[in-house]
């Protein structure tokens, strides 16, 4: 059972200062003393955003990272939706773009873009923009094993 969650609410980048208790098993990708990411999510439904967004900024305030203002985003419909006509997509691109973040958070790849197409060439953008992307659900890390490679 994962220990209790440390989250004590929304992070912005003014409040960047300040200790931090982690451990090396915390160890994440730095840019800088605590990086700043964007959460993103598509929701089935209208009204239950919020839901998926407090999992994620719990999931990034346990890994020390920050949450700037506006760079939570969530679009509601279907996964397959194309990425360039979801709004909340294309505000978290704007806060990458802008250099506000160095990675993005996601319940699953799939909330990125769900066709092979969108998926290479979002995933293009993501690393030309040098952004880190980091899937919450953890069978996400497996997806791209073959067996016989997992190792514990």
Request: charged residues 20%.
């Amino acid at each position: 059972m994962p220990p209790p969650s440390r989250r004590t609410g929304w992070l912005s980048l003014p409040h960047l200062l300040g200790g931090s208790h982690r451990g090396p098993a915390d160890a994440v990708p730095v840019v800088g003393p605590c990086p700043a990411v964007a959460l993103y999510a598509v929701a089935p439904l209208r009204g239950v955003e919020h839901l998926v967004l407090d999992d994620l900024a719990a999931y990034a305030d346990d890994r020390g990272w920050v949450v700037p203002a506006g760079c939570a985003a969530a679009d509601s419909g279907p996964l397959d939706q194309d990425p360039n006509v979801r709004a909340g997509w294309q505000r978290v691109r704007a806060a990458a773009t802008g250099r506000l973040v160095h990675g993005v958070v996601v319940p699953s790849f799939a909330h990125i873009a769900y066709r092979a197409g969108d998926w290479d060439r979002e995933r293009a953008w993501l690393l030309e923009q040098g952004l880190f992307a980091i899937a919450a659900d953890p069978t996400e890390l497996l997806a791209g094993l073959e067996p016989g490679e997992l190792r514990t």
